[in-house]
């Protein structure tokens, strides 16, 4: 397999932007060409971009880092992490900031982003759903933070999200055990905003899509950006930036 080659299918139809995960053969396993080119996209999204759902191809969500990068026999493959380890502490920590771009994209309020999760996510792939603001989920899908179960740990700006969906003790369990968690649960500990019939991903998408535009961009980019930077904002500094966004929405609103 060509690890050169991106295996990720970036599209635009109107206001939704899709990050479709395509390498299916490998269960659309994650590598560093993936990264960058989906760095790239969500930077440089238009602004009409309202939202940016993730999903995979072929009834799968991402099954995570591929394996081949961590093989100590496979160190000819392109961005093998092992080559990499011939390199200073300084330089792998940044090698790796740069793997954490499109995670931190993911989370940028000029739009909401959507996690589409059938089959599994494991891993990384579990990361990029945390990444997102959203995640449905098919009814028998799973989701399972696998890293401290390879003596590793989640570096892809997963744990942040995790810990804020569902709180330190419940997040601390998932990562220790490293086990699987289906989408019932995922649903009742607020990992999973939704859960139906595989089948009815699509249509589910549809109408959440179709919700989350309905109203005024501008008025939903603000509350998202009030609500993305809450948890690391004191009440004090909250109420100021509600109503410091609050001066120009009664303008535009008004019309004053
Ligand atoms: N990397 C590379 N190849 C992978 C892969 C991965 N993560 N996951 C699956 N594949 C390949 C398999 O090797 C297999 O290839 P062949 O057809 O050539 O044999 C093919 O995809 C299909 O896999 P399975 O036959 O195993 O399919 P399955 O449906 O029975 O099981 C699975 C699917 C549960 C995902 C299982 O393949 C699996 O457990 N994969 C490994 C998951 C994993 O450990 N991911 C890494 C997590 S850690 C991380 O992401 C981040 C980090 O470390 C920092």
Not at 5 to 21: F, H, N, Q, R, W
């Amino acid at each position: 397999m060509n690890m050169n080659e991106p295996g990720v299918v970036l599209s635009i139809d109107g206001v939704v932007a899709t990050v479709l995960l395509d390498r299916p053969d490998v269960r659309n396993a994650q590598h560093p060409a993936m990264w960058a080119a989906i760095a790239g996209f969500l930077e440089s999204l238009p602004d009409e971009v309202r939202i940016v759902v993730v999903r995979g191809a072929s009834g799968t969500f991402s099954a995570g880092l591929d394996l081949s990068l961590v093989d100590p026999g496979e160190t000819e493959v392109p961005g093998s992490l092992v080559a990499t380890l011939a390199r200073s502490d300084q330089e792998v920590i940044d090698l790796i900031g740069e793997y954490q771009r499109p995670f931190a994209a993911l989370a940028d309020p000029r739009f909401i982003s959507i996690a589409v999760i059938d089959g599994y996510a494991i891993g990384a792939g579990f990361q990029m759903a945390l990444a997102c603001d959203l995640r449905i989920m098919a009814e028998d899908a799973w989701v399972c933070m696998k890293e401290p179960a390879l003596g590793l740990v989640p570096d892809l700006a997963g744990t942040k999200p995790l810990v804020e969906a569902v709180g330190y003790g419940r997040a601390l369990e998932i990562c220790a055990t490293a086990r699987k968690v289906g989408a019932a649960e995922a649903e009742r500990i607020g990992l999973a905003q939704s859960v139906v019939p595989s089948a009815e991903l699509d249509s589910t998408l549809t109408d959440l899509v179709g919700s989350l535009v309905a109203h005024d961009a501008t008025a939903v980019r603000r509350t998202h950006e009030l609500l993305a930077a809450a948890s690391s904002r004191s009440l004090d500094e909250q109420r100021l930036a509600e109503r410091t966004a609050q001066v120009g929405r009664l303008r535009a609103v008004l019309g004053r």
